[in-house]
């Protein structure tokens, strides 16, 4: 999880889209490049829950008006989603705060979050069944690697820069 400066609104990305998609929820999302901002990948649901995740994305680029940026390059498939909220933020705990979208009030700051694989959400039935086995993330060693690389427009598209940085 990165926290970056909430200039850096404009996300590119190559992987699954244009809409959220997990693992056990990515078949209708083409592989692709995508363009959005960082408000459009949060999908408002009626109770504040994580949510924006991508999967099956090779890199992601994000960058501000001044046409600065940071592409992040994963030397195998990864998922992110890009938010103004941190995930504390949708976390009710033990004392709700945030029970309503409209209770939540979006941060100044981009959370960034690059993650090598995410469990499936489940939800076959409406009373909370399990993500099927084949979608669950099991206690083990996992490893990848991302290449975190800042970039002006100047040196070209991020997936030109992206090939030239792995």
Not at 5 to 27: A, C, I, M
Request: net charge negative; proline share 7%; no cysteine.
């Amino acid at each position: 999880t990165l926290t970056l400066d909430g200039e850096l609104d404009s996300v590119q990305w190559f992987g699954r889209g244009p809409h959220e998609n997990y693992s056990d929820r990515k078949t209708g999302a083409a592989v692709g490049h995508y363009v959005s901002t960082v408000s459009e990948l949060y999908t408002p649901y009626i109770r504040p829950q994580e949510n924006g995740n991508r999967t099956d994305v090779r890199w992601v680029a994000l960058s501000g008006d001044h046409r600065l940026g940071m592409l992040a390059v994963a030397d195998s498939v990864m998922e992110f989603s890009a938010l103004n909220f941190t995930d504390q933020d949708f976390d009710e705990g033990r004392q709700p705060v945030h029970r309503h979208v409209f209770d939540l009030e979006p941060r100044d700051q981009v959370i960034l979050d690059l993650d090598l694989v995410q469990m499936g959400v489940g939800g076959d039935t409406s009373w909370g069944a399990r993500p099927h086995p084949e979608y669950r993330v099991l206690p083990r060693d996992y490893s990848y690697r991302v290449r975190l690389v800042p970039f002006r427009a100047t040196e070209g598209p991020p997936w030109k820069i992206a090939e030239m940085k792995w």
